[in-house]
């Protein structure tokens, strides 16, 4: 499968999505395939910021040394570091539903709403409060099913229709993060295509 890459600004919200083309050490061409207004701001000599959707962990940055069309050519590429925040959030409205677990049989459903998700994360919307720190599970859809995801309420905002909770997720295994970044990277895109 392809490589995909997502250029990204300083607040990890998405500018472009496309295609790895070729990727080496410091040096890499991409193939942008949406965001093409945000390209067009895009000047050779400018520093971008990146991150893979798979492969390559971290954010990135390099300098656009030529830009022909939708294509990109980036050298000087080097990982930020480990400690940078690597996670872009994507503003989403999936309604779906959150599970907890009191005991084998006793097991409480809400219906809420996934205010915005990344790989890390998510911020769900809810009408009933919920205890913080307690842990959860959050009903994803992935394609034509759905993947249950465990995560922990760590904020919460009280706003006039009810609760918003800023969550994170726990004990994800390599595939289910590769399943949640993959879903990310195909919302960002989809939203990229209608702006």
């Not at 093409?36 to 910021?49: A, C, D, F, H, M």
């Not at 809810?126 to 599970?137: H, N, R």
């Amino acid at each position: 499968m392809e490589d995909r890459f997502m250029l990204i600004d300083t607040a990890n919200h998405m500018l472009c999505e496309g295609q790895v083309k070729e990727f080496w050490r410091t040096e890499g061409t991409f193939q942008i395939e949406s965001g093409i207004k945000e390209l067009k701001k895009i000047e050779e000599g400018q520093s971008v910021r990146f991150m893979f959707m798979e492969g390559h962990k971290g954010i990135f940055v390099g300098q656009v040394v030529n830009k022909q069309g939708t294509t990109l050519l980036v050298e000087n590429i080097k990982n930020m570091g480990a400690d940078m925040k690597e996670d872009v959030r994507i503003k989403t409205d999936i309604d779906t539903k959150l599970f907890a677990t009191n005991g084998e049989d006793d097991i409480t459903a809400w219906s809420v709403v996934v205010d915005d998700i990344s790989a890390g994360g998510a911020a769900i919307k809810i009408k009933t409060k919920i205890p913080l720190e307690q842990k959860l599970e959050l009903a994803v859809p992935y394609g034509s099913t759905y993947m249950m995801i465990n995560l922990i309420p760590l904020r919460e905002q009280i706003e006039e229709e009810g609760f918003k909770y800023g969550c994170k997720f726990y004990d994800l295994t390599r595939t289910e993060e590769k399943m949640v970044r993959s879903m990310v990277f195909k919302i960002a895109a989809r939203l990229a295509k209608k702006g």
